[in-house]
């Protein structure tokens, strides 16, 4: 059984930094490019970023470009997303995602997603 598990999230203040992580089992996901999304209660589910199966390719939010790292380990069975200066509005349920041929800001050209971890930024 295919399964994607975040963790990481959690309560900061503002300004302050959160890793999330994201495991991936149940199959090999060296060839698949992965994605982090979000939702904040009553908006539409939001591309965060998303990196190439090689890793040689990232590609990022324009609300999250220069404060957040996505990366991913040499194994390829984790992703990553480093969140700096965190804001407020970046509190939402975070979501990773993985697929085989993508677009990466489109939520539905992923194949697999995790269940969430809920990042809160306090002011």
């Known amino acids: 059984q295919v399964q994607l598990v975040e963790s990481g999230g959690g309560l900061v203040q503002a300004g302050g930094s959160l890793r999330l992580s994201c495991v991936a089992s149940g199959r090999t996901f060296s060839s698949y490019s992965m994605g982090w999304f979000r939702q904040a209660p009553g908006k539409e589910q939001e591309f965060v970023a998303s990196?190439?199966?090689?890793?040689?390719?990232?590609y990022y939010s324009n609300s999250v470009e220069g404060r957040f790292t996505i990366s991913r380990d040499s194994a390829k069975t984790a992703v990553y997303l480093q969140m700096n200066s965190l804001k407020p509005e970046d509190t939402a349920v975070y979501y990773c995602a993985a697929g085989a041929r993508l677009v990466p800001t489109v939520a539905d050209s992923y194949d697999y997603w995790g269940q969430g971890t809920q990042v809160t930024v306090s002011s």
């Open positions: 990196i190439t199966w090689s890793g040689g390719s990232t």
